[in-house]
């Protein structure tokens, strides 16, 4: 599976997203977080805020739901056009239902695991599944420091996975940057979210290409 990279704008200018979005133009793709402040302790931006990027992009938008109630609201954002909508496992009463509704609104269907939320109950849901993103840091704000913790998991996901035919993709987010990111591809990972290490950069693009080709050697 090629490597692929998806800065998330949380660690962007919100003033200047658009801007942002060119910045990063050999990005896969735009990695947007969407908090409401009770799944995660901290608030960021919504549906409009999404449909407003998705005219001022073509980069495809990749959206991580970090809300209490994904069944209500996943679907609207794979019917705005987001690419891929990722909902957590910790939060969905309904994923197979909304899974399976992203999917039939045309996006790539995320599932999203916690650092400690375990990846074996949910082997059954992988036929479900597009892509699974493994928390390397508990959800909520960017720039933290990544958590080794789940490398051992990452391994079984990637064994799992591995066992579907390289369909399903291993997204990993949190502390992702130059110094983590080989450890995540050697782990079996192959979609990269890097907020503050590709935004905190002073040449954007220039972080994209350096990640790339670490992740490339992993
Ligand atoms: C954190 C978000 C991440 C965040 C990552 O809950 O899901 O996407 O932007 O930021 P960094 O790469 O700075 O850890
Ligand atoms: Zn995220």
Redesign the pocket.
């Known amino acids: 599976m090629a490597v692929q990279i998806s800065p998330?704008i949380?660690?962007a200018d919100f003033a200047r997203l658009a801007e942002a979005a060119a910045s990063v133009p050999n990005a896969d793709w735009l990695?947007v977080?969407v908090?409401d402040n009770h799944f995660?302790p901290n608030l960021t931006l919504g549906l409009p805020v999404v449909e407003s990027l998705l005219k001022a992009t073509s980069t495809p938008i990749d959206c991580?739901l970090?809300i209490e109630d994904p069944d209500r609201w996943a679907p609207a954002y794979a019917e705005a056009g987001a690419g891929s909508v990722t909902i957590h496992a910790e939060a969905a009463k309904a994923p197979v239902r909304t899974l399976r509704q992203i999917r039939a609104a045309g996006a790539r269907a995320g599932f999203a695991l916690n650092p400690a939320t375990p990846v074996e109950p949910y082997e059954d849901l992988l036929g479900e599944i597009d892509m699974l993103l493994l928390?390397t840091?508990e959800?909520?704000?960017?720039?933290?420091r990544f958590l080794d913790v789940v490398l051992p998991k990452l391994r079984r996901a990637g064994e799992l996975v591995g066992r579907r035919g390289g369909q399903i993709w291993l997204q990993v987010?949190?502390?992702?940057?130059a110094e983590t990111i080989e450890r995540c591809a050697e782990a079996g990972a192959d979609v990269f979210?890097?907020?503050?290490?590709v935004f905190?950069a002073e040449d954007p693009a220039r972080a994209v290409d350096e990640l790339r080709a670490l992740a490339e050697k992993g």
């Not at 959800?139 to 933290?144: A, E, H, L, M, R």
């Open positions: 998330s949380l660690s990695h977080d908090m995660v991580h970090m928390m840091v959800p909520g704000f960017g720039g933290q987010d949190g502390g992702v940057s979210v890097a907020g503050s290490a905190g």
